[in-house]
């Protein structure tokens, strides 16, 4: 088996057991179909086959709630035990009630079958994606597929051979599906559990479940022209088959009117379709989506039945039938079932599970019930309504071709559309490169798009066979971009054939140290000699760009458990640097990375910590990847002196980030330490954006009570992203509202200065000062709502409230003063409010006891503050005119360490002596 399908180790055993399962549930769905349809159409006739299929779909949609309801509740491993094992029971009852010889238990043994089928297979693949992941499942599912249409093949041939050669009658063969039924119990006992967490694994399955009673999910099926076109296709396909279905069976009970022979018959023919399905699938399935793509897949079922039906109105007689139904039943789980997933293809995963799964519950069911009442009308005004069930049938082909030639064409412009949008989540698709559509266009993105395309497009194809672009590949070896040539290389290194090594070489010359590593790397791998041999050669080159290349190959890509064999040769390598500046950029870049690989911590400590105050950008980058990977905590100290220049702010803070949870106290003592720079202070909060969780958010609510506005700016800016990105992540509201209250106090502290500020002064640079600072404020303020309301809501009000637009402003005040709580709107409204400066200050009096300062009052006070800014312009707003208290403290201040202050008052200080008229001391 493992020639055919790639099963691994350990992975027999559940393999086994989940085929074995799959196997025994179609022999028993196969035993009870033509036993159900046999009993049903001798016992009460074809004609009420009408009624039955509107009462299926009616019951499906209740019975199948409730088991998505349980499936939230319990493991799917219990609840498929339970359903097979109340089902078992279902049979014996029924075997019993067949001694009643009641019509309406044979249409009642119909709904069940019906019912069975729905909830054995739909639990089985449900069991299936809870044991094996998402790889093992590309891997093994289509072996679990091929064992249903053995046991399909296996259970209708059997069921026909038992009843035709033996004295088993057909009520009889209940006991052997009661039998296997219980076997299917044992099995899923034996089957390895995959981890603990099954429970919560299901519990997002039941999540997926009871989405589809949500009506966004209808809504995002119609909101959308081609899921519209997905639901019509499946909708037609569905009444469609619903009509052959009721033909192939009138003909069926008027050819084989007992019961026995009836059930032998559809035995028989449910085994032949069986066949021919894995004949189509194995042969066939294949060749038609390579040479037809897509419209192949979902047009070939169609156009057969279309044969099938125009021989069936030519000669309406059982072969034509038995044709036509045949050849609908045994394309529906091949070819077609690829069609359908090929459809979906260009849907993102979360519209794609929502999407099926509304299809195959409400679109589906709901589309047989509309079969059902159309031959039920037909029955009520025809005789003998199979003429006119041939002629509603081609229309109904009809239709489906069409609609599913133009989905064709939808196929193409959605994918395209998606791709180009860079909107198809990487996580959530395999693309299918033997589909010819599909290959042209991957094909066009990388011959023809834009670097982001193609940079997107060679992250889409990282999961996927990309033998068929080798040549495309190849040619983006020579891009500008350094990050596509990289990306090509590496998907040009799982290419076995062709080997494009005289190609890859010139690589060797790059300016990319990755790009050298990548390089030896598929070198290595596509000689003819021993790799081992190949990168010992490039390790004894005279060249030391190609050792320390070889180098970086060697300690990348070498086995986990082992480090390398000689580490001196770094030190040999930094020493003996060529005189070349370039290269000693190249040699010192590719050393930066090697080191990140290494088990030696201590090796990597003492060469990083050099290397990454490099004075060449890629080195010091290279050097920060490595001690992210490393998780070197001795070089915070490093890092944090970093953060004084912005050169590096946004890498030395996702790598201060990675190092993990428990650093996260030291960086919040860093930043509430005023003898720290407040360079590096301010830079500190943006660390804990990369790290989203609970106790990030907990530290930074400790951080914004720092006095510095500016330093409390980036800590709420930092809470604002975090919660923007991870809504589900929300802050302490109460101290964000403690603080929100302390924002307006200091708006109002500030315009309370503001607005004592005499025209006679040389005040403007102050007045500025202030303006700004309360604006600010109000910006911190905005963020901080943020923090407890929507906050695209948030912004776009202060957008609008800064906008030259009287209107909009207008609009943006109204609208908060009606989505805040009365609370919030106490402290926050009378700021954005058109009341004029004078009103808002005596509501701020109220609200805190503002007392009313006099101007040299004021101006100590904002000298005595802890803003800078506001400092040196109240320096500077000292006139000659002023109290001499104001003078005094001018003097003083040109003594003061702080360079700005000092310079600004000692300029004050000669100005105001020279108005005076007094000589400059």
Known sequence: MSIFYDVREGEWKPVFLMVALHFLLMVVLRFLKPARDSLFLVETGPDQLPLVYIVLAIVSLPVTYFVSDVLS??????????????LTLNLLLLRWLFYLDNPLIYMFFYIWVGIFGILAISLFWLLANSIFDAAQSKRLFSLLTLSAIVGSIFGSEISSLLVSFTPLTTENLLYICMVLLGLTVVLIYFLPRRDPGDREQNSSESRMGTD????????????SRYQIMIAGIIGLTTIATTFTDYQFKVFSFEAYPGTESLTAFMGTFYAGVSLVSLSIQVLFSSGIIKKLGVAGAILTRPVGMMAGGV????????????????????????IDKTGRELLFLPLSQHIKERTKLFIDLFVDRFSRGIGGGILLLFLFLVDNPINLITYVLLFTILCWIVLGYRARKEYINTFRNSLQRMMVDPDSIELNLDEPAMLKLIKESLTRGTDSQILHTLVLLENSDVTPLARELKKLLSHQNPDIRLKSLKQLQTIKT?????????????????????TIYYLCMHSKQDPSAVIQSYMSDDNPQMRSAALGCTCKHKD?????????????????????PKERVVIKAQLAEALGFLNNRSLANRHLSELVRDENRAVVTKSLQSIARLKLDRLIPTLLQMLETNEYTLEVREVLGSFGDDYLALYKNKFLDPELKITVR??????????PNEQSLRHLEDMIEVDESELRYHVIKTLNKIHRKNPDLEPDKPRVRSCLRFESQNYFNLLAIKSIQPKSRPNSILLRALSEKMDQTLERMFRLLGLIYNQKDLYSSYL???????????????????????????????????????????????????????????????????DRWLKTCAVYSVSPVCPTDLQGRVEKLTRTDDPLIRETAMMVHKRNHRRNGNPAT
């Open 73 to 86: 509740k319990y493991s799917t491993r219990h609840v498929i035990s339970w359903t097979l094992g109340f």
């Open 800 to 866: 609008a409230l800064k906008s030259f637009s009287k209107e909009k402003r207008s609009a943006a005040v109204e609208f908060i003063d009606n989505i805040l709580e009365t609370d919030d709107r106490k402290y926050f409204f009378p700021i954005v409010d058109d009341i004029g400066e004078k009103k808002k200050m005596d509501i701020g009096y109220k609200l805190f006891n503002i007392q009313k300062l006099p101007y040299d009052k004021a101006l100590h006070k904002l000298m005595d503050g802890g």
């Open 498 to 518: 062709p080997d494009w090594s005289d190609e890859v070489y010139n690589l060797l010359q790059d300016d990319e140290p990755e790009i050298r590593v990548e």
């Open 311 to 334: 021989l069936m109105a030519v000669e309406p007689v059982l072969a034509s039938v038995v044709l036509l139904n045949g050849f609908d039943n045994a394309t529906r789980y091949s």
């Open 212 to 223: 589809r009673e949500k009506p966004s999910a209808a809504k995002t099926v119609f909101s």
């Open 682 to 691: 301010r830079k500190i909060p943006g660390i804990f954006y990369h790290r």
């Open 560 to 580: 986990k458990e082992n480090d390398i064999q000689n580490p001196e040769m770094f030190e040999e390598l930094l020493k003996n640097l060529p005189e070349d």
